[in-house]
């Protein structure tokens, strides 16, 4: 079991979060003579299926053997995703017998762990189990094998025949044991087990600061780079990437900065983890395709987290991408660098056992962007390159300059190398429609759309060439939702030269009555390439058409919001975030309300008829059931990208007053901060929220 996720539902236990925990020194002890360098188990990134977030601790021995049949069915295991593994939730409620040795859950597995270990391995398949560090600590943690269980308990593990075995610490934060002490005492009997087994070993502390607590640094997960290499084949670089059932896109990101803290010390069988695979747990298609290939270019290990008996045929076919994979698997064992600064796009560069490079163009934003980067600075140098998209499989060749067109919340994955022979298809990006305007206001470059029925847009569609070679006749269409009227606005030049973009710009106007929802703009871009004939390219904009603005003196908790965002779990409608309690402030009960974690932001159309807005802002008094610790936010009431009301920071004791005017606003923004200290224990709430209109 994973204690974040225990933290932030509400069960952990006072004790594990008591100030003398959380201020924990070291205790004092001899550090353990560090073994040879761990051997090589996995010689490019492992790859496999975990319990944990798609299933959660509920799960039987016939559930394994079902995800096993999917695993070997359904293409995964042919493609590399060959360890099942066992998360926790297999022990019995009494986790050691008699004799000393672990028990597997009777009602789970009746036949014990070794015949389910046989059946993985009949069917082609590896099997991996679940420990943690420090001793089992009823109340506490579920599972453990300190207290001098190490060497004992790794023989168990290979004497059933286990390839793979993740070891968590969250008994050993809770018996307050040094991490690297602990990991390099169980490796060492991992390594010395009386099978001579090898099992890939994946040490797991996901203790971090300040999503855990202030836990000094030799306690966190971002230490374990500094002595995992030697001892381990995998190390979780941060705290767990989502809860169980929920995976949220920002939270992919940060897991994967933090695992790009360190690359240099990854090499053939020592990986950074930036923990699950997770497709269909929260994020869209396109996230997880995000997710997919930030993983591949990290030469992380894959392991999914999802319930790949549910997943549909499209996180199946992300999941077994070829050339993705490839990437991933490439012998050479770099893990990627980001090139230039960071911000809301940025380009990440891998180098690959072949010469070339694995190119991200990474779009963190909530509009499309055009990206762009250049073969000189991801390192190649020449005249010509030939650049792959790893996901369309679509081969074209540039003259130096690389670009693409990626989605919100996107990433392109290019391979470019060196151009030989006859040049290719000339480089085109065609770029993804993009809302300009909405009326005759300019839309923020930054903020995806809010359109409703009657708006009237602009779109523009830019057209790049960066290869060699010119292409002629380019010619662009757009088309809308149902019912929409759509005009060109320019005339189509006859050619676009190498190095020349062009841009098509065209009105969209929505009905009267459009219907809420989603919606798409679709543009097809059409140019001929000498020697190659007519090429095409589709691109398309997702577009959310609002609801209908309030009426009336409206709870806006019960109105139905565009977009709303919470820093873990999601936002809830009359309750605090995470306990399901009612909404309470410094004892003052709200029957409505908006509960958020730190930071949030909640969407609404209020559609320039609406002339105040009332709330009340503060600190959930559930934040008391889990310590002194954390919860201080900042609120924000935003109307146009203008800030109306900002409350500065707010504590637990002090509840704010908002009352905003909201004439001529059309979209409403309720923001929360984490007030600069991050986001523990921060459980904010809008208590009867009200808009007048």
């Known amino acids: 079991m994973k204690r974040l996720s225990a933290l932030l539902g509400g069960l952990l236990t006072a004790a594990l979060v008591s100030a003398s925990l959380v201020t924990a020194t070291v205790p004092a002890a001899a550090a353990p003579a560090t073994p040879a360098a761990a051997p090589v188990l996995s010689p490019t990134p492992y790859q496999g299926w975990n319990t944990y977030f798609g299933l959660g601790g509920d799960f039987t021995e016939d559930t394994i053997k079902s995800v096993a049949d999917s695993i070997v069915s359904r ?72 207290g001098g269980y190490y060497q004992r308990d790794a023989d168990q593990f290979a004497a059933l025949g286990f390839d793979a075995v993740k070891v968590d610490f969250l008994c050993g934060i809770a018996a307050d044991l040094d991490p690297k002490t602990a990991f390099t005492e169980f490796a060492k009997a991992l390594r010395n087990n009386a099978s001579k087994r090898p099992m890939i070993f994946n040490l797991c502390n996901p203790v971090t600061s300040p999503d855990w607590g202030d836990y000094p640094e030799s306690q966190q997960s971002t230490n374990s780079w ?98 993705v994979l490839a990437i991933n698997q490439d012998k050479a064992v770099v893990q990627a660098v980001r090139v230039g600064a960071a911000g809301t796009t940025e380009t990440w ?158 009105t969209a106007k929505l009905p009267a009555g459009a219907a809420p929802g989603n919606a798409a703009l679709t543009a097809r871009t059409s140019y001929e390439a000498i020697g190659y004939g007519a090429q095409n390219q589709t691109t398309v904009s997702p577009v959310v058409v609002a609801p209908e603005p309030p009426s009336g003196t409206a709870a806006l908790s019960h109105h139905d919001w565009i977009t709303a965002t919470s820093g873990w779990m999601s936002p809830t409608v009359d309750q605090s975030v995470g306990g399901g309690s009612p909404i309470s402030l410094v004892g003052q009960t709200y029957e409505t309300g908006i509960g958020v974690a730190s930071p949030s ?21 559930a934040v008391r059931n889990v310590g002194p610790e954390g919860g201080t936010s900042t609120f924000q009431v935003v109307g146009d990208g203008k800030v109306l009301y900002d409350s500065g920071t707010v504590g637990r004791d002090d509840p704010k007053q908002v009352d905003v005017d909201l004439t001529g606003v059309r979209v409403l923004d309720l923001v929360v901060g984490d007030a600069g200290d991050g986001g523990y224990n921060d459980r904010a709430d809008w208590a009867a929220p009200t808009a007048t209109c």
């Not at 028990?103 to 099997?127: E, M, Q, R, T």
């Not at 240099?264 to 983890?273: F, K, S, T």
């Open 75 to 146: 293409g995964l295991a042919k493609a590399g995703y060959d360890i099942v593994w066992l998360d926790g939730g297999w022990q019995a409620d009494q986790s050691r017998g008699e004799n000393g040795e672990l028990v597997a859950n009777p009602a789970k597995f009746p036949s014990g762990l070794k015949p389910l270990v046989d059946y993985i391995h009949a069917k082609g398949l590896k099997a991996g189990i679940y420990t943690d560090a420090g001793p089992y600590i009823p109340g506490k943690c579920g599972l453990g094998s300190g």
């Open 226 to 323: 500094s002595y995992a290499p030697e001892i381990a084949q995998s190390w979780r670089t941060y705290t767990d990437v989502g809860f169980v059932f929920d995976i949220k896109y920002k939270d992919v990101l940060r897991n994967y900065d933090q695992n790009a803290r360190h690359p240099e010390v990854v090499r053939p069988g020592a990986y950074n983890d930036p923990d699950y695979l997770a497709p269909e747990l929260g994020m869209s298609d396109e996230e997880f395709r995000t997710q997919m290939t930030l993983w591949s270019v990290a030469a992380a290990p894959l392991i999914i987290g999802s319930d790949v008996r549910k997943l549909s045929n499209t996180s199946i076919a992300t999941l077994t991408d070829p050339d």
């Open 601 to 621: 932001l909640v969407r609404y159309y209020v559609g320039q008829q609406c002339s105040r807005f009332t709330a009340t802002v503060g600190i959930d008094d």
């Open 349 to 506: 560069v891998k180098r690959l056992a072949d010469g070339g490079r694995a190119v991200v163009l990474l779009n963190r934003g909530d509009s499309a962007k055009t990206l762009t980067t250049t073969a000189k600075a991801v390192g190649l140098g020449g005249a010509r390159f030939t650049v792959k998209n790893a996901w369309t499989n679509k081969v074209t060749e540039s003259a130096g300059t690389i670009s693409a067109a990626v989605p919100a919340h996107g990433a392109a994955l290019l391979r470019v190398s060196a151009a030989r022979g006859l040049p290719g298809i000339p480089h085109v990006t065609a770029g993804i429609p993009t809302v300009t305007k909405v009326g005759s206001a300019v839309q923020p470059a930054d903020a995806a759309p809010v359109v409703a029925g009657g708006d009237e847009l602009r779109v523009e569609v830019a057209v790049r060439n960066d290869g060699l070679l010119p292409v002629l006749k380019p010619a662009a269409t757009l088309a809308g939702g149902t019912g929409w009227t759509v005009k060109s606005l320019t005339k189509a030049p006859v050619l676009l030269a190498p190095g020349q973009k062009f841009i098509f710009a065209f």
